[in-house]
């Protein structure tokens, strides 16, 4: 990712940050509506729950620029994943339900160019997830 792009992400994730708690509450309730199969997967208290996304994704987003450091961690986190039964296809939707929060939250500071930076992030993330959940270990 171009540097230009992190800084992007950098400052609207800065801009979520004191929202986190709405913000996860309003990610959570859109993504039940657009996919409710996904509900029963979440065990835990959901508040708990959003707050370690938005930890996770304040990790993602502060080690973009170092993906040796980045990679491995959401390697094991995808594995994790497949514990929790998700399937490869439910993270397009995640994806999708992340940006319209962001676009929520955010409102006009949520440019194209900021958009474009955060679907390019989430889909790094998301392929290294998705590949490390179908990786078999010998
Ligand atoms: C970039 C994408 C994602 C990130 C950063 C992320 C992050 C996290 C984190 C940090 C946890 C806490 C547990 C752990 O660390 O193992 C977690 C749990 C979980 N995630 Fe994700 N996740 C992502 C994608 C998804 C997708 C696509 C789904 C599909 C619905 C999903 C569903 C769940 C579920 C069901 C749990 C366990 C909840 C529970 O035990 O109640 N996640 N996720």
């Not at 708690?21 to 409710?36: G, N």
Request: proline content about 4%; overall charge negative.
């Amino acid at each position: 990712m171009t540097p230009e792009k992190i800084a992007l992400i950098r400052t609207s994730f800065d801009a979520v940050a004191p929202m986190a708690d709405q913000a996860a509450a309003l990610f959570y309730s859109l993504l039940f509506e657009a996919d409710p199969a996904v509900k029963p997967l979440f065990k835990t208290d959901l508040k708990d729950q959003g707050a370690k996304l938005m930890k996770m994704i304040g990790v993602a987003v502060n080690n973009l620029h170092d993906l040796n450091t980045l990679v491995p961690v959401l390697q094991s986190l995808g594995k994790r994943h497949v514990d929790y039964g998700v399937e490869d296809s439910h993270y397009a939707t995640v994806g999708a339900c992340l940006l319209k929060t962001l676009e929520k939250g955010l409102g006009d500071a949520f440019t194209p160019e900021t958009r474009e930076a955060w679907a390019e992030a989430y889909g790094l993330m998301a392929s290294v997830m998705i590949e490390a959940a179908n990786t078999v270990e010998a």
